[in-house]
């Protein structure tokens, strides 16, 4: 459980990097399109398996899976 919490925050400071660089992009920044290109997908991607993982738990709930009472 740990690992997971672990990834989830280094992907949070991953995409407030990415929000820093598109506005030093706006701004006349350094990076090229395909990097920052690259930078979103890779976001995009590890939120996607986030949000379905807590969607999946909240699926289970209502079929009655993991229910302590």
Excluded at 10 to 24: A, K, M, T, Y
Aim: glycine share 14%; aromatic share 14%.
């Amino acid at each position: 459980m740990g690992w997971k919490k672990l990834f989830y925050w280094l992907l949070g400071l991953f995409v407030v990097f990415l929000i820093i660089v598109l506005l030093q992009k706006i701004l006349g920044g350094s990076l090229g399109f395909e990097e920052i290109t690259i930078g979103l997908l890779i976001a995009n991607l590890g939120y996607s398996c986030y949000i379905n993982s807590k969607l999946s738990e909240h699926l289970g709930w209502h079929k009655g899976k993991g229910n302590s009472s």
